[in-house]
Each structure stands twice: as C-alpha cells, then as structure tokens.
C-alpha cells in the first residue's frame, strides 16, 4: 500500500488537537454563513485568510497566538460552538482517527458563561456525534495569560463536568502563549483537578526555560505536549533530558506545528527521532490542524518519511498510543481495533 493510502487508512489516536485551532476552512466558513444568516455576521470573514501559518510564513510562535482570535470571533455562540465541535470532530473521523481527546479553553462570551461552553462542547459529544464511529472526548484547557483566579474557576468547571460526565470530560491542560505566566501559578488548581480524577497534561518545553521544563516533571502530569527543549541538543540540558527519560512520561509531538512556528528548524532535525530512539513514549498529534493545514494522516506520513518508519513500525507506534490514552475504559476496544488492522495487513 502507498504511503499517503497507509497513514490515511491505519487507524489512529488523537491525543493533543486545541478545537479553535482546528477548525478547517470549510468550518469556519459554515460558521460565518450560520452567523450571517442569523444576523450575527462579524468582521472575521476579513480575517480568514490570516488563519493559516503554512510553511515558510514569516510569523512565528509569539505571532499564532492571535490567529486564535479569529476563530474565537465564531465559535462565540453555543450553536457555531457545537457546529465547530461536530465539523471538526467528523473532520478526524474522515481522516481515519478512531479517537479524538479535544481540548479547549473554557470562555466567556456574549452568548455564554464559562460552564455553558463545556455544557455546548460535552452534549455535541454525546448527543451529535454519538453516532459516529469515532470516540471522543474533552481536555480542559487553562490559558497560562490567564489570572490565578480565572485558573481557578475553570478548575472548578473541569471538577464538575468531569463529575458530571466522567466518560466525556477526561482531563484538564495548561497551553497558551509559553511566553507568558508561570507554570507555579497554576500548579494548585491544576493539582486540585487532578485530585478530583481528571488527567493532567501540560505543555512543556515549546520554547527554553530549563527551569520551569523541570517543574513540570516533577509535577509527574499524565502527558506533556511538545517537549522540544528537553534534549540538550535543542536547548535542555543533561538534567532536563535525564529526568524525561527516566519519568517515561508519554510526549504528544507535533511536527508540523514545531516547524511552521520555527521552534524547531525543520523536520529533519525535530527532536522526534531523539525520543524515538530513546524510547520515550511518543504519539504523533495535529495539534492546530486548521492553522497549521495538516492532518493526522499527514502527520503519521511526514514522520514517516522524515525518519525512515516503516509502516509495520507506524502501526505499532499508533497502536502504543492506547497506552497513553485518558479515557482508560476505551484502551481495549482501540487496541483490538488497532490488532485487527495489524492482522489484517499481516504487518
Ligand atoms: C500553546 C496553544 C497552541 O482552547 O480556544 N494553543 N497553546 N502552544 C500552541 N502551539 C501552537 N496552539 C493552540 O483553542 C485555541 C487555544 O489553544 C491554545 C491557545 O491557548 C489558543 O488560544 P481553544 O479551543
């Protein structure tokens, strides 16, 4: 089977994918027809266009961040919210992603308070998609420009929706500018979260800061996202290196995004291979697939070429994914749809 056919065709596990940053251009055109028919048309049809950060775009990390707001400006209502939800969570399953953990940030607007947005997010997940084959979840996201106290409530939100719906709301997450804030800052409320039942996962290392890199470790989360200035040769250092290795905490990599933000310089020297070859937990994410116009299949392709993995490796690499997973419940029935597809292509 070629290459393009095999990624798309594996099934596969997506574990770190942001909604707002995922919304395709199909989407976001469906939600802007939906505002303007309903009298609600904003000035982002101005922007669309802004949303993508292909390769060789001159922004950088510090600059994505404001792509967001774009797709902020239509996910405002609770209607184009769920619309976004379901598009974006359909979009996966065309892609051949058998589950998806979507994260997103908690937001007030003027259509919603912070509980009615998870409410919005969780019933899409059980009632509109529910008929799809694909499982899916919800992360919570803290914005680290957040204030303490804002951290705070979200926490209390994630505590009660995860009470609520414990299948469908399965962990909590720190994103956002890594520029900004302080991890410290939200250490209690993601700490009070994890108490309650909720995974953790935090985004760590996108860009240099040794000190915090190791923080994090020690907080011994669930998962981290990125984890690009943890290897010495990409700005960690033998200590942040060691304890990664030693922690075995899995790593959501994201190749594409590390590229077009230019934390790392290209895909060859991405710090994939190095955790690969160390055998550091690792599964392959979109993170943005709408700014960054990827797939999971392409992302599964591009590694695959980039590193020389054949596609007996792939699978297998997919299929470890189930390990990592929150929704524990899920792990056999992924990893028996994973063996059948190993068996199947005798791989
Ligand atoms: C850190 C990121 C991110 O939550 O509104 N986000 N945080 N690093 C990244 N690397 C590129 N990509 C996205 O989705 C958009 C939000 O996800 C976080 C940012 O906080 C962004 O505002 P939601 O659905």
């Known amino acids: 089977m070629n290459i393009d056919t095999f990624c798309r065709q594996l099934p ?39 949303f993508q950060i292909g390769a060789g775009d001159t922004r950088n990390l510090s600059d994505c961040f404001q792509v967001f ?29 058998c589950y998806i953990e979507l994260r997103s940030t908690p937001r007030t607007t003027p259509h919603m308070t912070m509980s009615e947005y998870v409410e919005t997010i969780v019933q899409t997940m059980r009632k509109e998609t529910a008929d799809m084959t694909i499982i899916s979840c919800l992360i919570i996201s803290i914005n680290r420009s957040s204030t303490h106290e804002d951290a705070n409530i979200i926490a209390d939100v994630a505590i009660e929706y995860h009470t609520k719906y414990p299948d469908t709301v399965v962990g909590i997450e720190l994103s956002g500018n890594p520029a900004v804030g302080k991890f410290q800052n939200f250490l209690p409320a993601l700490d009070r979260a994890r108490k309650a039942g909720l995974k953790v996962t935090l985004h760590c290392g996108e860009i240099c800061n040794q000190q915090e890199v190791i923080e994090m470790l020690n907080f011994k989360p669930d998962r981290i996202g990125h984890g690009v200035c943890i290897h010495p040769l990409f700005g960690g250092n033998d200590a942040t290196w060691e304890l990664l290795c030693k922690s075995q905490i899995p790593v959501e990599i994201c190749l594409t995004s590390n590229v077009n933000t230019k934390s790392t310089q290209d895909y060859n020297s991405h710090h994939f291979k190095e955790l690969y070859n160390a055998k550091v937990p690792v599964v392959i994410c979109t993170d943005d697939k709408g700014v960054f116009a990827t797939s999971l299949s392409q992302e599964y392709r591009i ?17 470890s994914a189930c390990n990592y997973i929150f929704a524990e419940d899920k792990r056999k029935i992924l990893s028996d749809t994973m063996l059948n597809f190993i068996n199947k292509y005798e791989l």
């Open 12 to 50: 596969k596990l997506e574990l770190h994918a942001h909604l707002n940053g995922s919304l395709s251009r199909f989407t976001m055109l469906e939600l802007q027809r939906y505002l303007a028919d309903n009298g609600m048309a904003d000035k982002s049809n101005v922007f669309l266009d802004e």
């Open 69 to 97: 707001n774009i797709a902020h400006a239509l996910t405002s209502t609770k209607k184009t919210l769920s619309m976004a939800t379901a598009l974006t969570i359909k979009e996966f399953e065309d892609d051949g992603c």
């Open 303 to 319: 590694c695959a070429e980039t590193f020389g993995i054949e596609q007996s490796k792939l699978a297998r690499l997919s299929l």
